[in-house]
């Protein structure tokens, strides 16, 4: 006999832990690791859906003891996941923390009810002189749709069978009585939910300059010696790095492997997409959340299948699954969107890094403003360090314009837009040239400042600004301080003290009354809420249907729009203070982003930042596209304070609908981290939001410079958690939370 280990899908901490079942005889071919089975469970035998996990010949209990698997309810046989994706996914319980079903579940395709598109073509299966006979005769008998069906097949070399059905106004049944009485066949063949991505030649291939080449080539040798390495791509916008990647993964293809390639955004998508496939043609696909349960269901099994070569999307491409993997793209790795939000709480750097050890393949980090993590890495020698220093098509880097909104203030303007910007944007719309205007809302979280001179109410142990709450309140999320709010700023006794406010539809309704002539498009959460509104405002764009784009951070991020030689950043400040110790590298990241899309062409490009703090180490750094003086500022403010990478952060947040509860629970885990040597307990306090519908959130800190010191800790946490079972909350683990 054979047994199979099988995770349940069920989340919970108690039951984190393979059941092993008999294989029926029948089924032994069919249950391989990463199948999708029913089992019966508990005292009831009630069916449940689960994973096999393991395979073996040894029972693990008394063989009078071991269920069979449930021979009429194996859910999936035919889409077996990878061994590969199943390591993986212990290997993120173990990393991250939550349950295994829970990192499965992540890893695994979603298993929902969708069918399986077929298509049915009809051929004649009688020669053309019997079929012209048949003809004569079922219409002299008034048979006359079969008559039709023969007719048309007579002129065509097999149809569709729902396209018969449809002009020749015939039904199935009739096609299907034909077929019993030998005059046609039809052959059913898998049909793939495939997205639009348009077509290409696959042979479109972009000239790269002497940068470009020495790179691709130390890359083809290590490859070719078989060595696997994780390499940093430095490169400032406009350098160039996506045709590196396509080199890259043009040599891996070449040696018969696979690759996937992550953008951040879904608004990326589209013009990554149309790149690829015009240089490798219909071999390349993408995911994304956008794309309907069945059109990402046959992404999944085209991959698994081999029959696609290239997979392009967010961080669930990550677990694409391909055989033959040879190499993991991350465009952009600085953002915040490769983080999940969800338990397992995974960074996609780190699980493609442990993808490609298990697999054999290479890792490429890319971007103009690296992490601080992967710089550091890079430094400590972990990562090797590549570098783009110069604009792939000779582009000069824009001039920058810091304008101090302080003074812009003392001057009496009050409006959005600076003298400086409203000068130049009406020089761009002169020149019927393109304008981008970003309003910097990421990690908004209710800042208080002073307007008169950009003095911001911080925790005077944290170094993370206050968040204003409506009690009158000051508050820090990371260890509790508060203090009451003052209409005075201690610093400068201005009465100009409040949060920052301000939102796209506010700039595009002062636009509109600016320049009443000026055609604007606007992209934020409101404007794409539906499938193809992201493809439609930036394909408006570029076709130069708009002179003025509007946006958030989704419109900064390695898009290439020629036209564009004008970017205003309204608002820099609004996360720079955030509630942070990352907001200076949030910042410094999408200001430089911001200004790399102007000028990307033949003119030259301008940028203007606004902001209350010109002096600010993020934000002069940025002005000047000087990456390396704003990582040494930063990373020696990291290791001062004990903050990732120069330590490791985990914070563990508990959830209860009982405040007092949810506090004790807290107090327990702080008081059990405390025991750990060389690791440091901040906390509990209250989370940044302290309450979502009706629950109650604690958080407690723990700092170390051991990463493993802090997966003791959690699997201490874990336990603590099983041998007190308490349905009254929820505890979930965020490793180097961003």
């Not at 999936?76 to 923390?97: F, P, S």
């Not at 065509?156 to 199935?172: F, R, V």
Request: contains cysteine; glycine residues 6%; hydrophobic residues 35%.
């Amino acid at each position: 006999m054979k047994y199979a280990d099988i995770i349940i899908e069920i989340s919970s901490e108690k039951l984190d832990k393979p059941f092993q079942y008999r294989i029926p005889s029948a089924l032994e071919d069919k249950i391989v690791p990463g199948a999708y089975v029913c089992v019966p469970f508990g005292r009831g035998s009630r069916l449940i859906k689960g994973y096999v996990v393991e395979v073996s010949d040894t029972p693990k209990l008394d063989t009078d003891k071991i269920k069979d698997i449930d021979s009429l309810a194996v859910v999936d046989e035919d889409n077996r996941a990878y061994d590969e994706l199943i390591r993986l996914a212990v290997w993120m319980k173990r990393h991250y923390g939550g349950t295994l079903i829970q990192s499965l579940k992540t890893v695994l395709p979603v298993r929902a009810s969708i069918k399986r598109r077929v298509r049915r073509t009809v051929y004649l299966n009688v020669s053309i002189e019997e079929a012209s006979r048949l003809h004569a005769e079922m219409l002299s008998k008034h048979q006359v749709a079969r008559g039709r069906v023969l007719a048309a097949l007579m002129d065509e070399d097999g149809a569709d069978m729902s396209l018969i059905t449809d002009k020749l106004h015939t039904t199935a049944a009739v096609i299907n009585a034909m077929e019993k009485l030998g005059l046609v066949k039809i052959v059913a063949d898998e049909e793939y939910r495939s997205p639009d991505i348009g077509s290409g030649d696959g042979r479109r291939k972009v000239g790269l300059n002497e940068q470009q080449l020495k790179l691709t080539r130390e890359f083809a040798e290590d490859y070719c010696a078989g060595i696997r390495k994780t390499y940093l791509l430095h490169g400032v916008t406009g350098s160039g790095k996506t045709e590196v990647y396509m080199e890259l993964i043009a040599h891996v293809i070449a040696s018969g492997r696979q690759a996937i390639m992550l953008i951040p955004e879904i608004s990326l998508t589209f013009q990554t997409v149309m790149r690829f496939v015009r240089r490798f043609g219909d071999r390349v696909s993408y995911m994304h959340s956008r794309l309907s349960a069945g059109e990402r269901y046959d992404q999944w099994e085209r991959a698994a299948r081999g029959l696609i070569d290239i997979m392009i999307g967010p961080r669930s491409a990550l677990f694409t699954p391909f055989s033959r993997l040879g190499i993991i793209i991350i465009d952009e790795e600085h953002e915040g969107s490769y983080k999940a939000e969800n338990m397992p709480r995974y960074h996609s750097r780190e699980t493609a890094i442990e993808r490609a050890r298990l697999a054999g393949a290479s890792v490429v980090l890319g971007s103009a403003t690296p992490s601080v993590d992967a710089y550091y890495r890079a430094e400590r020698g972990e990562y090797r360090l590549w570098e783009l220093t110069d604009r792939a098509k000779g582009a000069a880097l824009p001039t920058v314009h810091t304008v101090d909104l302080r003074q812009e203030l003392l001057n009496g303007n009050k409006t959005m837009f600076s003298g400086k910007l409203t000068e130049l944007m009406e020089a761009a719309l002169g020149r019927q040239e393109q304008i981008m205007l970003f309003i910097n809302r990421r990690g908004y979280a209710g800042f208080v400042s002073c307007r008169a001179c950009g003095y911001v109410f911080k925790c005077p142990h944290c170094d993370v600004s206050l968040s204003y709450h409506r009690s009158g309140q000051l508050k820090c999320h990371y260890c509790g301080y508060e203090t009451p709010v003052t209409k005075t700023c201690p610093k400068c006794r201005s009465k100009y003290v409040g949060g920052m406010r301000a939102g796209t539809q506010r700039i595009e309704a002062e636009l509109k009354l600016k320049y009443p002539k000026a055609r604007i498009l606007r992209m934020d959460a409101d404007t794409t809420s539906r499938k193809n509104d992201y493809e439609r405002i930036l394909k408006d764009f570029a076709d130069e249907k708009a002179d003025i784009l509007i946006g958030t951070q989704m419109i900064v991020k390695g898009h290439d729009f020629p036209k564009v030689t004008l970017v205003g950043i309204l608002a820099a400040d609004m996360s720079l203070y955030a509630l942070n110790y990352r907001a200076a590298e949030r910042t410094f990241s999408l200001l430089t982003q911001a200004a790399g899309r102007a000028g990307r062409d033949v003119s030259r490009g301008e940028v203007v930042i606004q902001t209350y703090s010109p002096e600010n180490y993020s934000v002069a750094s940025a002005a000047r596209q000087d990456y390396n003086s704003f990582y040494r500022q930063e990373i020696s403010y990291r290791s001062l304070m004990g903050y990732p990478p120069a330590a490791h952060l985990l914070k563990v947040l508990i959830e209860s609908p009982e405040a007092e509860h949810a506090n004790k629970i807290a107090s327990d885990i702080s008081n059990l981290s405390r025991t750990a040597e060389a690791a440091e307990t901040i906390g509990p306090s209250e989370d940044t939001i302290a309450r979502i519908n009706d629950i109650y959130r604690f958080t407690v800190y723990i700092k170390c410079e051991d990463y493993e010191i802090l997966t003791q800790i959690k699997d201490k946490i874990e336990q603590l958690r099983q041998d007190r079972p308490d349905s009254r909350s929820r505890v979930q683990f965020d490793f180097d939370p961003l």
